[in-house]
């Protein structure tokens, strides 16, 4: 239906509000978004994971630097060898790729930058998630062991200050 909604001309839908009740932050608008994105699920988490491409898509970033990174390449697959049962044969022992970014952002409605301190991993979808086919990029396209082309990418940041 989403696809559906948007035409040619038209690449994101955008709906803006503003809160019912008062309290911290509630004279700020809400603002939502959809798209619909014309690449694969896998060039999108490549996308999202190459800090030096997030000015393509954040137009409020200032650059976003890779202060740690744990393990490259979302495709990369932690296996067990005959030496480590317990471990990985890779140095971070799990799927995907995992690091932690410090990212400047300039707001639209503040003077100051902000500044956060992000982990992020992404990784391959596996037929152990549960995914159903049409959700998470499972569009048919890729199809092996009944997972279609579908990646996952989480965050999770935390104001700058120091760290290292």
């Known amino acids: 239906a989403l696809r ?3 035409t040619d001309d038209e690449d994101v839908l955008v709906w803006t509000g503003k809160f019912i009740s008062d309290g911290h932050g509630s004279n ?5 978004t959809r798209c619909v994105l014309n690449m ?6 490549l996308l999202l994971m190459d800090s030096s491409r997030v000015k393509t898509y954040n137009k409020m970033s200032l650059g976003r630097v890779d202060e740690v990174v744990f393990q ?3 495709d990369s697959v932690a296996t067990v060898t005959e030496d480590n049962k317990e471990g990985s044969s890779l ?7 995992t690091k932690i970014v410090r990212n400047k952002t300039k707001p639209p409605l503040t003077k100051k930058c902000v500044e956060f301190v992000t982990l992020m ?3 391959k979808l596996t037929p152990d998630d549960g995914v ?3 959700v998470m990029g499972n569009d048919g396209e890729d199809c092996r062991d009944d ?3 579908g990646y996952i990418v989480v965050s999770r940041a935390m104001s700058g200050g120091k760290w290292g």
């Not at 694969?40 to 988490?45: I, L, V």
Request: hydrophobic share 40%; proline share 6%.
């Open 132 to 134: 159903v086919f049409g």
């Open 91 to 97: 140095s971070f022992g799990i799927d995907g790729e």
């Open 147 to 149: 997972i279609c082309g």
């Open 28 to 32: 700020l608008p809400l603002v939502r």
């Open 4 to 6: 559906k909604s948007l």
């Open 40 to 45: 694969s699920p896998k060039n999108f988490a």
């Open 121 to 123: 991993h992404a990784r």
């Open 72 to 74: 490259k390449d979302v």
